[in-house]
Nanobody
Framework: QVQLVESGGGLVQAGGSLRLSCAAS????????MGWLRQAPGKEREFVAA????????NYAESVKGRFTISRDNAKNMVYLQMNSLKPEDTGVYYC????????????????WGQGTQVTVSS
C-alpha cells in the first residue's frame, strides 16, 4: 500500500505557472512508477505525465509536451508536476497516482490514487 497526498493546486491566469506536489507514504516509494492524471468537468480522467521509479524516463500527453515537467525525489518520497504556459483547457482536478514497477510503464492503469487537487486556469 502507498498513500498519496497532492498539494499545490489553485487559480492561475492563462500563461501562468503552478507546481503540483505529491507526498507518498507507506511502501518503498522507489517501488513505484508515478503519474499525474487529470479530470475536467464533464470529461473522463486523462493521462498527463508519468515518470519511472528511478526518474530516468518520462512520458507526456501530447497536449502538455513542452509545457509540463514531471520529476521525483526518491529521498523525499515526492513527485512533482511543474506546469508552465497554462491554458484554460488545463483546468481540472489533478491526481497523483502510483503503480508497481511490475506494471507496464506506458499503460494508463494505476493501482493507487491521491484525493486530487483542483487547478483552475482563467482566460
Amino acid at each position: 500500500q502507498v498513500q498519496l497526498v497532492e498539494s499545490g493546486g489553485g487559480l492561475v491566469q492563462a500563461g501562468g505557472s503552478l507546481r503540483l506536489s505529491c507526498a507518498a507514504s507507506g511502501r518503498t516509494f522507489s517501488s513505484f512508477h508515478m503519474g499525474w492524471l487529470r479530470q475536467a468537468p464533464g470529461k473522463e480522467r486523462e493521462f498527463v505525465a508519468a515518470v519511472t521509479w528511478s526518474g530516468s524516463f518520462t512520458n507526456y500527453a501530447e497536449s502538455v509536451k513542452g509545457r509540463f515537467t514531471i520529476s521525483r525525489d526518491n529521498a523525499k518520497n515526492m513527485v512533482y508536476l511543474q506546469m508552465n504556459s497554462l491554458k484554460p483547457e488545463d483546468t481540472g482536478v489533478y491526481y497523483c497516482a502510483a503503480k508497481s514497477t511490475y506494471n507496464d510503464f506506458y499503460s494508463q492503469t494505476y493501482n493507487y490514487w491521491g484525493q486530487g487537487t483542483q487547478v483552475t486556469v482563467s482566460s
